[in-house]
């Protein structure tokens, strides 16, 4: 009001997109293949690069107020930050995903009735991989329900508003690895605006702030 009051010009919009570590769309996010190379055989997180183009960046709000950063490559490599700020400047909960499979089901051979099931149980075991145990919850009750969200997704640094938003119910297992390593596996039914419906299984490492720039 005050600004058209006195000759004031409009303001341009502010971009949505937080910078987090210095990672955003159009960097690169530099990884220590030590991450995973260490573990050899015994974890099935393989990536041939240890450079990430991101490509895209997803914001997520949580209930209890903290906030998930994603970061994607074109082939769908994500890196994950969690802060309790928007800004990402409070991130201190670091991890990378593989893609591992993605399945279109059918809604009338009860494939969607089924997955949200196994998403509640202790374990978790997709085809021609290992058993992982449910990491949110803890596993002492036999079924916990998965946590459910918005994601909105960027494809410009610059941009004020998401480009696609996706609804997903998910939930997070893990196995152990060799000293003190975890392999986590990410599953979750995702449902974006106006798409189909998928369930998307995802393969992960923890990385410490050491592990990773941009």
């Known amino acids: ?15 949505a997109l937080p910078v987090v570590r210095n990672v955003t769309v159009g960097r690169t996010v530099i990884l220590d293949p030590l991450t995973w190379r260490r573990f050899g055989a015994e974890t099935r997180f393989a990536l041939d690069r240890d450079t990430l183009e991101i490509t895209a960046q997803g914001v997520i709000g949580l209930n209890e107020g903290a906030f998930v950063h994603r970061f994607y490559t074109d082939d769908e ?13 409070m991130a201190n909960d670091f991890t990378i995903f593989l893609p591992w499979a993605s399945e279109y089901p059918n809604s009338g051979d009860g494939s969607r009735f089924d997955w949200a099931q196994r998403l509640r149980q202790r374990t978790f075991q997709p085809p021609e991989l290992p058993e992982y145990r ?34 997903q119910t998910t ?8 000293g003190d390593g975890r392999e986590l596996m990410l599953a979750l039914t995702l449902e974006p605006e106006g798409g189909e419906v998928t369930h998307e299984m995802m393969i992960g490492l923890p990385l410490s702030a050491g592990e990773f720039k941009a």
């Open 1 to 15: 009001m005050f600004g058209k009051l006195f000759g004031g010009k409009d303001r341009e919009p502010q971009a």
């Open 77 to 89: 490599i994500m890196f994950q930050a969690v802060s309790d700020d928007a800004a990402g400047e």
């Open 171 to 178: 939930m997070l297992f893990s196995r152990d690895l060799p």
């Open 134 to 167: 449910r990491f949110w919850f803890g596993d002492d009750a036999a079924e916990a329900d998965p946590v459910t969200f918005w994601e909105d997704v960027y494809y410009d640094r610059a941009a004020t508003t998401p480009d696609k938003r996706l609804f």
